[in-house]
């Protein structure tokens, strides 16, 4: 695979994002890069799609661009982690990213029962996102067609969140980035 220039400084920017706060925590237990290689390992286990797989990866990166707004983290990062991966990755990446709280919210009005199974960061952050969808936001969020591709990634995102789990680097993922950033300088 031919890599250019500009899939190199990409891949450099999350590198970069990564080494600088993936250290970090936000309420959850695990390092923001711990909870983002376990939420990819369980896209991973479960036969995803590479696009679904790399957006698992990335689904948090939204905490890296913005400040803070409490020590849950930026509470608005699927639309900042979407904008950002829009601007250099097929949709199929940007769009579950852009709808992984959105599908929070949507599986609280839908299911009762969900919110219970919430970490306490992830109840918190909750309230500060809007809450539950009223019945209009949950029927708009079904007739979405990235809604399913979002539900999956909310339910690996709840489940990554284990202290010590051993799971793959960050550089295992670096040629399914590649593929998808060439993807996308395809599309036209």
Not at 81 to 91: N, Q, S, Y
Request: proline share 4%.
């Amino acid at each position: 695979m031919t890599v250019s220039t500009h899939d190199e400084l990409v891949l450099g920017e999350i590198e970069a994002l990564f080494e600088a706060q993936g250290r970090e925590t936000y309420g959850e237990g695990v390092t923001i890069e711990a909870h983002s290689l376990q939420t990819a390992a369980l896209a991973l286990a479960e036969g995803a799609d590479e696009a679904l797989i790399v957006a698992a990866l990335l689904h948090d990166i939204g905490h890296f661009l913005e400040l803070r707004d409490d020590r849950f983290g930026y509470h608005k990062h699927d639309r900042s982690g979407g904008d950002w991966l829009a601007a250099r990755f097929p949709a199929s990446v940007g769009e579950p990213v852009r709808l992984h709280v959105a599908a929070k919210r949507y599986l609280c009005a839908v299911d009762p029962r969900y919110r219970e199974t919430l970490s306490a960061a992830s109840q918190h952050s909750l309230e500060k996102q809007g809450g539950p969808m009223t019945a209009e936001q949950a029927a708009e969020f079904a007739r979405n067609p990235h809604r399913e591709r979002a539900l999956r990634l909310r339910r690996w995102d709840d489940r990554g969140k284990v202290p010590g789990l051993e799971v793959w680097p960050l550089a295992r993922y670096r040629s399914m980035i590649f593929r998808l950033l060439q993807a996308s300088e395809r599309a036209p």
